[in-house]
């Protein structure tokens, strides 16, 4: 949302208020810093080892004065977060209208990814700007009848990514400090760069998502490196199984600037993370995504990555056929980028305020040539 944040900011005619809710507050600030956003509301809902439910309630309770106050003539949420959703049910229930950013991706399935899905559709039920990052997004809306204004837009997390890469490679001096943090790294190893941390893969699939790790930290040209999220049901396991192995770096999350840089440096990504199957692509890196289905098909059709699930021999099998092949890892890395350009902030200001402006035009799943771009507005 920064991106879009920063946008509004520079809107004429436009108050932005800005809420957080206070989860990962080192994490949250680190991001707030790089992008020069004060926030004006902090909920402070965030408790160890919450429990949905309890989040929910407390989210409530919080965001109900802050709407009281403020009495906005329209709310934005973005993606498919437990607050997201909270939040657009309580201006639902006071009236006011809801905008929703990255609106239309579908698994077609609750349970994948779980609850993000379910959030995703309920806000989308609620929106009446639907911003769409791709037409394979917008498509899913429209076969649901919804009431929003559908616009595809491109993904803001594309802009986060432009804004931050212009920053790196403009800046020598800024590319070393960043490095530094990553001396650790053996000379002559490739990265395996991992990220995990979806509820749905709790437990069993953690464990074999490690074990399969644990085999690839045997390979003498691989180096791991997994930032280990903050959440207890993450870092129990991969210490436990993954701290004491050669090769394997287990590091604390990083900030979005080192993160961008160390995809920069990446062989390969493996990950069930949402935003980097948008990221890295757009960066030329092969993805492999831990799941079974995912809400973001457009790269998997394009080729830039694949679904391998979480079994370990899978896992196992798909990564050393990305190291040992440098025609199919070339394959891969073609930098086909189907989520953005940019510029899609400044197509939401624009339909926010009734300019005129031109739709992100993205190719959908099905490879169908997009149609003629059109000029539009709304108000």
Request: proline content about 2%.
């Given at each position: 949302m920064a991106p879009v944040v920063r946008q509004l900011a520079q809107a004429e005619g436009v108050n932005s208020v800005v809420c957080v809710t206070g989860q990962h507050r080192s994490m949250l600030q680190q991001v707030l810093d790089l992008f020069d956003i004060a926030p004006d509301h902090d909920l402070d809902v965030m408790l160890a080892n919450q429990t949905l439910n309890g989040l929910c309630a407390r989210l409530f309770d919080k965001i109900h004065p802050v709407l009281e106050s403020e009495r906005p003539d329209r709310i934005l949420v973005h993606g498919d977060t437990t607050t997201a959703t909270i939040a657009a049910m309580a201006a639902f229930h006071q009236r006011i209208p809801v905008a929703h950013v990255e609106a239309g991706l579908r698994t077609g399935n609750l349970s994948q990814p779980w609850p993000e899905e379910m959030n995703r559709r309920v806000v989308d039920v609620i929106g009446d700007y639907l911003f769409a990052p791709t037409r394979g997004a917008a498509e899913n809306l429209r076969g649901e009848n919804l009431s929003g204004h559908i616009?595809?837009?491109?993904?803001?997390?594309?802009?986060?990514?432009?804004?931050?890469?212009?920053?790196?490679?403009?800046?020598?001096?800024?590319?070393?400090?960043?490095?530094?943090?990553?001396?650790?790294?053996?000379?002559?190893?490739?990265?395996?760069?991992?990220?995990?941390?979806?509820?749905?893969?709790?437990?069993?699939?953690?464990?074999?998502?490690?074990?399969?790790?644990?085999?690839?930290?045997?390979?003498?040209?691989?180096?791991?490196?997994y930032p280990v999220h903050l959440n207890p049901n993450v870092r129990g396991p991969v210490q436990q199984m993954l701290a004491a192995l050669p090769n394997v770096h287990l590091?604390?999350?990083?900030?979005?600037?080192?993160?961008?840089?160390?995809?920069?440096?990446?062989?390969?990504?493996?990950?069930?993370?949402?935003?980097?199957?948008?990221?890295?692509?757009?960066?030329g890196k092969p993805v492999l995504v831990m799941r079974d289905v995912t809400e973001r098909p457009e790269a998997v059709a394009s080729g830039t990555v694949r679904l391998v699930g979480t079994g370990r021999e899978r896992i196992i099998a798909e990564v050393g056929q990305l190291f040992d092949s440098p025609q199919l890892h070339a394959e891969f890395s073609h930098k086909a980028n189907p989520y953005g350009d940019g510029e899609a902030a400044a197509r939401i200001?624009?339909?926010?305020?009734?300019?005129?402006?031109?739709?992100?035009?993205?190719y959908s799943v099905s490879h169908r040539k997009p149609p003629g771009q059109r000029d539009i507005s709304y108000s």
């Open positions: 616009i595809v837009t491109g993904n803001t997390v594309i802009d986060a990514l432009h804004m931050t890469i212009r920053r790196i490679n403009q800046s020598a001096e800024l590319q070393q400090d960043l490095d530094t943090a990553f001396a650790f790294l053996g000379s002559g190893r490739k990265i395996l760069l991992v990220t995990g941390h979806r509820r749905e893969n709790f437990g069993t699939g953690f464990a074999e998502v490690c074990e399969a790790l644990a085999t690839l930290s045997q390979r003498d040209d691989i180096d791991i490196v590091i604390e999350p990083l900030d979005y600037l080192h993160f961008v840089r160390l995809m920069q440096h990446a062989h390969v990504v493996l990950t069930d993370s949402g935003g980097v199957q948008e990221e890295a692509p757009a960066l200001a624009a339909a926010l305020t009734g300019k005129s402006f031109i739709e992100f035009q993205s």
